[in-house]
């Protein structure tokens, strides 16, 4: 698997502040051998100038932007994931411009696609670089996450008879997949955040299709806490929870919280 082959794919709105960090992550992989989309999703500010500035001064990864003016995650994730494969992309992995792989994220993906696997997924844990976290605000998005993913196992809306294998919990921030599974699901839905969780209509699609998915230890990513923060913790249990909880500005950024 070349560069050419295996790409990595980050939608972004307005995160001029974040996205650095994002971008200084992936130049520091143990392996470098991947091709980088970010697909600018209509931002307002410098999100877009930074990125340009970032690929002038680092050689690798190539760095390709694009844009994507319809406003949605999966809008932008699909638009990334499109372009790598007409690129010539087989396999894609897809992060967030508020997350940073672990070191070793690119390396340990390419252990799971040489495992077999077709869709993969792992770990989200929080990151300490944006806020003065205390111990127990470090334990707070891993328990958070581990019960979304435990209610998502016995949500009516993943009880599929058609399904092949077990629902997984595979955030959209940290997953893996094939070119031709993601073409064989149809992809992340086109959607806003708000609307859908494009991340778990993907995990669905692919259940009907194989059982060649699964999660990985060494898969790693440090997600951004500021969701957290600003929804407090019954808000973001019920963001997760098919938006039973409903804030009145969903794109958080940094200087919104404290």
Same mark, same amino acid.
């Given at each position: 698997?070349?560069?050419?082959?295996l *790409?990595?794919? /980050?939608?972004?709105?307005?995160e001029?502040r974040?996205?650095?960090?994002?971008?200084?992550?992936?130049?520091?992989?143990t392996?470098?051998g991947f091709?980088?989309?970010?697909?600018?999703?209509g931002?307002? =500010?410098?999100?877009?100038e930074v $990125?340009? @500035? !970032?690929?002038?001064a680092?050689p690798a990864p190539?760095?390709?932007?694009?844009?994507?003016p319809?406003k949605?995650?999966?809008?932008?994730a699909?638009? +990334?994931?499109?372009?790598?494969? %007409?690129?010539g992309?087989?396999?894609i992995a897809?992060? =967030?411009? &508020?997350?940073?792989?672990?070191?070793? *994220? /690119?390396?340990?993906?390419?252990?799971?696609?040489?495992?077999?696997?077709?869709? $993969?997924?792992g770990?989200l844990?929080?990151?300490?670089? @944006? !806020?003065?976290?205390?111990? *127990?605000e470090?334990?707070?998005?891993?328990?958070v996450?581990?019960?979304?993913a435990?209610?998502?196992?016995?949500?009516? +809306?993943?009880q =599929?008879?058609l399904a #092949?294998?077990?629902y997984?919990?595979?955030p959209?921030?940290n997953?893996?997949i094939?070119?031709? #599974?993601?073409?064989?699901?149809?992809? !992340?839905?086109?959607?806003?955040?708000? &609307?859908v969780?494009?991340?778990?209509?993907?995990v669905?699609?692919?259940?009907?299709?194989?059982?060649?998915? +699964?999660?990985?230890g &060494?898969?790693? $990513?440090?997600? %951004?806490?500021?969701?957290?923060?600003a929804?407090?913790?019954?808000g973001?249990?019920?963001w997760y929870? &098919?938006?039973r909880?409903?804030?009145?500005?969903v794109d958080i950024? /940094?200087?919104?919280?404290?």
């Open positions: 698997m070349t560069a050419r082959d *790409w990595v794919v /980050i939608p972004a709105y307005d001029e974040s996205i650095g960090a994002t971008l200084r992550r992936l130049a520091e992989q392996d470098t091709t980088l989309v970010v697909v600018d999703n931002s307002t =500010d410098r999100t877009a $990125v340009r @500035e !970032f690929a002038a680092n190539e760095v390709r932007l694009i844009a994507e319809e949605g995650t999966g809008a932008a699909d638009t +990334g994931i499109r372009h790598a494969i %007409s690129a992309a087989t396999h897809r992060t =967030d411009a &508020d997350c940073l792989p672990a070191p070793d *994220w /690119i390396a340990a993906v390419r252990r799971a696609f040489a495992e077999g696997l077709e869709m $993969v997924s770990p844990r929080p990151r300490t670089d @944006e !806020f003065d976290l205390k111990l *127990w470090r334990r707070l998005l891993p328990a996450i581990g019960v979304a435990m209610f998502g196992r016995f949500r009516p +809306g993943n =599929d008879p #092949l294998g077990p997984m919990m595979m959209g921030c997953v893996a094939t070119a031709a #599974l993601y073409e064989r699901a149809g992809g !992340f839905p086109r959607t806003r955040i708000e &609307d969780h494009e991340d778990r209509a993907l669905n699609a692919v259940r009907r299709l194989t059982t060649a998915y +699964g999660l990985r &060494d898969v790693t $990513v440090y997600g %951004s806490v500021r969701r957290l923060r929804y407090g913790l019954v973001t249990l019920g929870a &098919d938006h909880y409903k804030p009145e500005v950024r /940094i200087g919104d919280v404290r």
